[in-house]
T-cell receptor, first 114, second 112 residues
Framework: NAGVTQTPKFQVLKTGQSMTLQCAQDMNHNSMYWYRQDPGMGLRLIYYSASEGTTDKGEVPNGYNVSRLNKREFSLRLESAAPSQTSVYFC?????????????FGPGTRLTVT | DQQVKQNSPSLSVQEGRISILNCDYTNSMFDYFLWYKKYPAEGPTFLISISSIKDKNEDGRFTVFLNKSAKHLSLHIVPSQPGDSAVYFCAASRNSGYALNFGKGTSLLVTP
């Protein structure tokens, strides 16, 4: 049982380049999330998808777009990367939305934008 | 503005002793609180949670205490083990909400 998987694990981009971070879960969860974690900071929610076909902005959505491709997959796209987007990105999923439902996290993608 | 605060960036405890990790919050609308544990190069994993209708929740060696009037919660680990060395994040939310508001984390080191 893989849980939540993320690709790639590491990525270096130049300013202005674009890329898509991939996330997939095999737990038949309805809700999926993208967070970023910066040094000395807690995790901050970028976007979430309460259920297949819906997406909503979180606390720090600027500079990102998301796609809920199907129930399993939720991707995060950086259209024009900026150094301020250097961070570790975590994808998470839960049975449904709401704090009562435990969120399961992937191992993270470490992104550096030069 | 940080709504969930973990004011101790790090804590060192001897094996077998009690570890106490603290967390304060500012939003009185929060009614559900969680602790997550994170090892290096891994994603956070859920540890324990508490609803605002309770003041204590226990799961094995882990106990979370909630003081609503002080807007304060704490995680007690007894006895502490070297494998507990990790970063611990406090998070808070409204039951009906979706967003988890995380603190900055406390790095716990349990020494043999």
């Amino acid at each position: 049982n893989a849980g939540v998987t993320q690709t790639p694990k590491f990525q270096v981009l130049k300013t202005g380049q674009s890329m898509t971070l991939q996330c997939a879960q095999d737990m038949n969860h309805n809700s999926m999330y993208w967070y970023r974690q910066d040094p000395g900071m807690g995790l901050r929610l970028i976007y979430y998808s309460a259920s297949e076909g819906t997406t909503d902005k979180g606390e720090v959505p600027n500079g990102y777009n998301v796609s809920r491709l199907n129930k399993r997959e939720f991707s995060l796209r950086l259209e024009s990367a900026a150094p301020s987007q250097t961070s570790v990105y975590f994808c998470a999923s839960s049975r449904t939305s709401g704090a009562l439902y435990e969120q399961y996290f992937g191992p993270g993608t470490r992104l550096t934008v030069t | 503005d940080q709504q969930v605060k973990q004011n101790s960036p790090s804590l060192s405890v001897q094996e077998g002793r009690i570890s106490i990790l603290n967390c304060d919050y500012t939003n009185s609308m929060f009614d559900y609180f969680l602790w997550y544990k994170k090892y290096p190069a891994e994603g956070p994993t859920f540890l324990i949670s508490i609803s605002s209708i309770k003041d204590k929740n226990e799961d094995g060696r882990f106990t979370v205490f909630l003081n609503k009037s002080a807007k304060h919660l704490s995680l007690h680990i007894v006895p502490s083990q070297p494998g507990d060395s990790a970063v611990y994040f406090c998070a808070a939310s409204r039951n009906s909400g979706y967003a988890l508001n995380f603190g900055k984390g406390t790095s716990l080191l349990v020494t043999p």
